[in-house]
């Protein structure tokens, strides 16, 4: 009873507080339970310091770098925190309530696919059903879970086989993450109407149908975006109905899990499972309130493994752009393009998740410095952008791609694709277990691929081209291990060695496993009993040099692997 009443008594300060700390802010934007603000780094101090710890606390939007302001959403969670750095702010308008409804909603009197509104929650559901009837044989609406508020979050799965497994890469277009950036919410549902009202009479379209598993979700956050109720996006707020920054939200490879402090939201989770379930290759995210193709990494200063592949397509985007666009359209930082952690770092964002965890291709696109622009607006929205839409996409059919399969069988393998002396970082990719099937995304030039999977010989193949706008096709089929000793070699793989931060271990065999880190004086520094069928090890307070891992598995076999620690 004692604890209970605790509890309570500290629920009671914790609203007390609340209130008082937003007690010189409008009621409507309490109940909306963040703030929008504005105000001026200190030239005095190191910008990429203050900026990493700005983020620990708020969510910045945007950062000019010359004059150094930042435009930034803070919570009600987080408010006390922010004061207390004691930057002089200015209150903003929140952008989702600087237009009046009449400049956002659906006229009547003009027909639906006007394209000049922005859908309400039923008129969503609608369009998106209407999407699936319409066009049965190459398009299904598919709910992967409900937000918070109990909101479908709806994909859209378009091609011309999907009601069965291919070998078609997969390929995903989502938006609007941050609720009150809306542009990219509109462009993907049109997007979706272009793909299936073209499909067999564009060539291009239907190349596209017919060889990409495309899949779209115009909206991420469903409960930031009806904020304000379910009849309009007028009141959209960035953070969802907790208040809480889902594009903050993920694991990061820098910061690990949960680093803004919270908990995995019920969208981000149903996201990572989703993810985690397909197989993509390639996606996009859509926001608002710049005009730039950000391309990874947003959490550290390194450049990705495929940092000269990221320039030429988010490249391409811009200048595809520019050719159809105002000259004052998508010309921020790089002329339309910036890796992200130069222009600034963030933390448990979407893109670095997708392509550290997920081995795939995500690029965040802002595409429009307004984050919620005047429905009229929506239709040149759509013109200066949708060739880029259709080039971006287009990309996931390039590079080197094929089937692993096993020699003896024929048998599909799920088996690792590494670029040797390219790759890191998480960058290789694996191929599908149920169909065999990998895509390696590569700038034009030579490489060398060596395919890997446990219970089999790995195979390298030492010269492969890879051709920009080209694809190179290249089947491996890769020996069983039949022989007893050679298999005691391998019932674990343990890579990446030389490491750093982490090392992982995948078991060839499920059961319970001992694995022990011996320093080269036989010291234990970590053991791990695990059942599970991967194992990652921290390596961040392990100093550099040279390391053993014992590996005893239940059924009596052992072995040792040598570790490197750089």
Known sequence: MKNYTISFILLIALFISAINVYSQFPDELIARKEIFVEFNLNSATDTKAQLEKLNKVISISDFDIEDLRVEAYVSINKYDEFNELGYN?????????????????????????????????????????QFADGYPTICELISIGQSAEGRDILFLHIGDSIDTETNEPEFMYTSSIHGDELTGYVLTLRLADYLLSNYGNDERVTNLVDNVDIWINPMANPDGTFAGGNNSVYGATRFNSNGVDMNRNYPDPEDGPHPDGNAYQQATTLFMNFASERDFVMSANFHGGAEV???????????????????????????????YAPAYYMRDLDNGVTNGYQWYSISGGRQDYMNYYQHCREVTAEISSTKLPSASQLPDFWNWNYRSLLNYMEQVLYGVRGLVTNA????????????????????????????????????????????????????????????????????????????????????????????????????????????????????????????ETQLQIPLDNVSPGKYLISIKAFSGDSFVVNLVVN
């Open 408 to 531: 003896s069988n024929g048998n599909t393998i799920k088996a690792k694709v590494f670029a040797n002396s390219h790759d890191f970082d998480e960058s290789y990719v694996y191929s599908t277990a149920s169909n065999g099937n990998y895509q390696r995304l590569l700038k034009s030039g030579l490489y060398s691929l060596t395919f890997s999977a446990l219970g089999y010989y790995d195979k390298t193949v030492p010269m492969v081209a890879a051709i920009d706008y080209g694809t190179t096709i290249l089947n491996v089929q890769l020996e069983p291990i039949t022989s007893i000793v050679d298999a005691k070699k391998v019932f674990a793989r343990v890579y990446p060695n030389p490491a750093s931060q982490y090392v992982k271990l995948d078991f060839a065999h499920d059961g319970e496993h001992t694995v022990q880190l011996i320093d080269i004086q036989g010291k234990v520094i970590s053991e791990f009993l695990t059942s």
């Open 89 to 129: 702010y200015k209150l903003l308008t929140p952008p989702s309530m600087l237009l009046s409804r009449a400049d956002l909603d659906k006229d009547e009197s003009k027909g639906v696919n006007e394209w000049d509104y922005y859908p309400n929650w039923q008129q969503y559901n609608d369009m998106m059903q």
């Open 293 to 323: 193709i950000n391309y990874p990494w947003d959490t550290w200063s390194k450049l990705s493994a495929d940092d000269d592949w990221w320039y030429f397509v988010s490249r391409e985007y811009a200048d595809t752009v520019h050719q």
